[in-house]
């Protein structure tokens, strides 16, 4: 069963029985502490939504006396200043085809907000799984890095294997963070462990796909090096022909990324909804994209918004990387709540 509880002011919470009798022997909730569950009509003091709470240690009638002011204030708010929280309402999950009927949520400034707001508000976790993560990717990086001296594009391939799963992991710590369950370092790898399969795959052929958008480009630039060297050493000068094969390159270069930016942004979504929601990769990604497809232009937009926060912490070194980096990702995590929260899951994951 679920409880949520109210402290300082704010909605705390959801929280099983274990965890709020832990609370109550902790002295975070006491048998004044408004509470709720689905099923009650209004918030109620702990004491009359849960009898048994009487007999939980730490939670005597001297310790709810001598409970803090704010405390004394949920069960009169008489404050005009003391907001005391409708009780939340029960999802109601829908399917795609009810989903996809639906606005389209992109909330730029809110998205700014939130994500500010859950890193801050857990700096300390997401610290700690930022710093982990760091280490994860200089490694692979550099494992990648002489994969690549061997192997032609191994340095792109390779990191598809690891840094999909990690990314998503990370936004699914956020998420929990941000609907107010509890999250732990652990959640932070999450993608290899919920639907982990999925999740890899997913990040393999997405790019995959992405390397295919500018391989044209690659081959033609290969091709025509080798021409332009060939014709450095003959006449000791760039050849006319040159500049049109230079050309080339340069367009399908455009061309491709441009393309790799299109389909990329249609899969904003996707590998949350696998974790999230249980989906096999192929209709996660085929979701995402008929959802994007209603506000692709917008879309583009937020990405833009939080990309330059992502980049300011690179102009502020070590520190602002630790800061808008999470927030980046942050913000990505709650423009998908925004819009996928009441899907249904596609599977129950362990």
Known sequence: MNWYYAAGGQQQGPVDDVQLDALIQSGTVTLETLVWREGMGNWLPLRQARPAADGVPGSSPSAASAAPPAASALSGAHSDDFHIPEPPQATVFVGEDELLTRDYRIEIGEGVERGWKVVTSNFGLVLGASVLLLIIFIFGGAISGFAGIVLPFADYILPTFYTGPLMAGFMFMLLKLLRGEGASVGDAFSGFSRNGLQVILGSVVQGMISFACILPALLTLGITGSGFKMGQRQFNFTP???????????????????????????WTHSLLLVVDKGYKFWPAMSLSRRMVSKRWWMTFLFLIVAGIIYSVGFVACCIGLFVSIPVYFGMKANFYDDNFRSLSPAAEID
């Open 240 to 266: 006319p022909e040159a500049f049109g094969e230079i050309m080339l390159v340069v367009v399908l270069g455009v061309v491709g990324f441009a393309l790799m930016v299109y389909v990329n942004t249609l």
